[in-house]
């Protein structure tokens, strides 16, 4: 987890993620499907008029205020992720897999099946322990424009969605609304 650094002013320096970074991959998530996930984030923020290094503020479980940058997007792009509601979900699949990496240190280790009620499992970059051992399970939403009473009704609904495995490993649930924007990261 990262600390606020103080700068000589006495200001608090804001930390910064880059959604480029997926296209590194994770051990869940291939290069190809990263750079896919962030592209896909560039343009609903973009959509939304904000421009790279645009802040979202601490809400729920992060530990602070952080910039978002990207690769603007350019025209191809903006064709090629039209369809603005799988956009959207792609997209906040981006910023929360970087977020909730940010909060616990966690990585995807593998997406979901179908029927699960969540999105990814994340764990340890160390895919050597034991199965289960250090997991946990991520829902994420995203929402393209939205008021704060609908990001709270999506929270809560999202975790009634994943308590039906509770009992499998510890979870969090990732809503990301492009308007504002806000990631509200929480645990279950």
């Given at each position: 987890?990262?600390?606020?650094?103080?700068?000589m002013?006495?200001?608090e320096e804001?930390?910064?993620?880059?959604l480029?970074a997926?296209?590194?991959?994770?051990?869940?998530?291939?290069s190809?499907?990263?750079?896919?996930?962030?592209e896909?984030?560039?343009?609903?923020?973009?959509?939304?008029?904000h421009?790279?290094g645009?802040?979202?503020?601490?809400?729920?479980?992060?530990?602070?205020d952080?910039?978002?940058?990207?690769?603007?997007?350019?025209?191809?792009q903006r064709?090629?992720?039209?369809?603005?509601?799988?956009a959207?979900?792609?997209?906040a699949?981006?910023?929360?897999i970087?977020m909730?990496?940010?909060?616990?240190?966690?990585s995807?280790?593998e997406?979901?099946?179908?029927?699960t009620?969540?999105?990814?499992?994340?764990g340890?970059?160390?895919?050597?322990?034991l199965?289960?051992?250090?997991?946990?399970?991520?829902e994420?939403?995203?929402?393209l424009?939205?008021?704060?009473?609908?990001?709270?009704?999506r929270v809560?609904?999202?975790?009634?969605?994943?308590e039906?495995?509770?009992?499998?490993?510890?979870?969090?649930v990732?809503?990301?609304?492009?308007?504002?924007?806000?990631?509200?990261?929480e645990d279950?």
């Amino acid at each position: 987890m990262s600390v606020p650094q103080q700068t000589m002013s006495g200001k608090e320096e804001v930390k910064n993620i880059d959604l480029s970074a997926l296209s590194q991959g994770m051990p869940g998530i291939t290069s190809t499907h990263g750079q896919m996930l962030a592209e896909a984030a560039a343009v609903c923020l973009e959509s939304q008029q904000h421009e790279p290094g645009v802040r979202f503020p601490k809400v729920g479980l992060m530990p602070e205020d952080m910039k978002v940058g990207w690769r603007p997007a350019d025209d191809q792009q903006r064709r090629c992720y039209a369809d603005m509601h799988e956009a959207t979900e792609w997209g906040a699949s981006a910023v929360a897999i970087l977020m909730i990496n940010e909060v616990t240190g966690k990585s995807v280790i593998e997406r979901s099946k179908k029927g699960t009620g969540f999105d990814y499992w994340i764990g340890d970059n160390d895919l050597g322990a034991l199965p289960f051992e250090g997991v946990a399970r991520l829902e994420v939403s995203g929402i393209l424009r939205g008021a704060k009473g609908q990001i709270e009704a999506r929270v809560k609904q999202k975790k009634n969605q994943i308590e039906p495995t509770d009992h499998l490993a510890p979870g969090f649930v990732a809503i990301v609304e492009f308007g504002s924007p806000i990631a509200c990261v929480e645990d279950k």
